[in-house]
């Protein structure tokens, strides 16, 4: 198949219990030649105990079709175990894939988690294959070693920058309007509870008699992606 994931706010990313982790904020898969267009995407705050989990990935492992093309620019992840990941096999399943614009924060990331990196994990690098522009890597304990993985090895910002030739890449973090924002602050700022419960308490409430625009998707989504500066 081919298509479009735009302007989408996944937030808090979850298990479904203690034996099925999960946490997987954006999976693309079985993508044809026409490709996908993944962008202005915001994924935060993942709540999952898998912290090997990507708030973005493009596969072709188990794939009908392969995962052939695919163009992500301006995504935000934020706060998640992982960043953006890229598996299949270059040059057969995976043939265009573009990466540009993109901001991927991690807060939190237990390096000793396969793989050990915390931006992105992609196979061998190939500039026939992949294009790397104008994306901001930060990870708050600083630059380690291990902040990509490419093929069977971890790189540094630097080594990352020898290898890819990234043009205006950028290893600072990310001046975002207002990322503390949630659900719970939303609520609080249209006169209710500051609490996940007291939001979907109200939204319940949603009916043909009793509908409040504050309490769509598509007033949180903005109220989110403000935060930033989406």
Known sequence: ?????????????????????????????NINSSGVDVANNLVANEASLNKGAFGIEH???NAVAGALSGTYDNNVIYNWGRGLKVTGTTGTDLKDISITGNK????????????PMAAVSMPTFDASVFSFANNQYFYNGGNPANLFFTGSSVASF???????????????APAFPNPSRTIESYNASIGGGASLTSFLNEARKQSKSNWRDEYT??????????????
Not at 158 to 172: H, K, M, Y
């Open 1 to 29: 198949v081919s298509g479009e994931v735009t302007n989408n706010v996944v937030l808090n990313g979850s298990d479904i219990d203690s034996a099925n982790l999960r946490g997987w904020g954006i999976y693309v898969t």
């Open 59 to 61: 596969t072709a492992t």
């Open 217 to 230: 998707a598509q007033e949180v989504n903005d109220y989110m992606r403000e935060g930033f500066g989406l």
């Open 104 to 115: 991927i924060v991690a807060d939190t990331v237990d390096l000793t988690v396969s793989p």
């Open 158 to 172: 630097d080594e990352w920058l020898a290898l890819t030739s990234e043009a205006g890449a950028s290893n600072s």
